[in-house]
């Protein structure tokens, strides 16, 4: 028989290969900044929140703020500016993880890898579990159509994009040392129009 099952709806989750190695200054100046760090429930997080501020990550930077315009223009059909607001720094130590949580007050967030092991991830949690039916007993293989959650592969120099109210999780560290370098953004200017009564004048 014909048949077609259409995926309406997706979740969007963007992946950007930085093709370079992250250098040598970039790296001093990233382990510089984890000497000042603080417990964040499971890992580490620096306690420095503008890491992306710095002129050694402007390359790093300029990356990351192609990469957001390329996910938005390409998600949504339209053209915005958005800038990055905080950026930080994350290590995950040998069996620590890091906890389920978002990211509020921003409309994009990214992860950027900067040191991984094998078998290093990322999950994301499905926003919705109000299914009329689950016969989860019997269920023999998971796809995007029937799994409350999806991992990722934590890959170094990839960059992961995702809407930032969307929850996500790490697994503890099975091997080494695991750095990251995540950011959020919002508008770069005021959104909307007057026409269409959807302006919002934040600047």
Not at 108 to 137: A, C, M, W
């Amino acid at each position: 028989m014909d048949k077609e099952i259409l995926g309406l709806f997706a979740e969007p989750i963007g992946i950007y290969g930085l093709k370079r190695e992250v250098s040598i200054l970039e790296i001093d100046y990233i382990n510089l900044c984890l000497q000042n760090k603080r417990n964040n429930e499971n890992n580490f997080v620096s306690i420095e929140t503008f890491v992306l501020e710095q002129k050694l990550l402007l390359n790093l930077k300029s990356f990351f703020i192609n990469a957001l315009h390329d996910f938005y223009e390409t998600v949504l059909g339209e053209t915005m500016k958005l800038k990055i607001t905080q950026s930080w720094l994350t290590e995950s130590l040998e069996t620590q993880s890091h906890h389920t949580h978002w990211h509020p007050n921003s409309i994009l967030s990214g992860v950027f890898y900067v040191r991984t092991s094998k078998n290093d991830s990322i999950t994301f949690l499905k926003p919705s579990q109000n299914h009329l039916l689950t016969t989860t007993e019997n269920k023999k293989i998971y796809n995007v159509f029937n799994s409350a959650k999806w991992t990722i592969p934590a890959i170094q120099n990839n960059l992961i994009i995702f809407r930032s109210n969307l929850v996500h999780e790490v697994s503890p560290v099975l091997s080494g040392r695991r750095i990251s370098l995540a950011f959020n953004s919002f508008f770069a200017k005021n959104p909307g129009t007057i026409e269409e009564l959807n302006y919002l004048p934040i600047y």
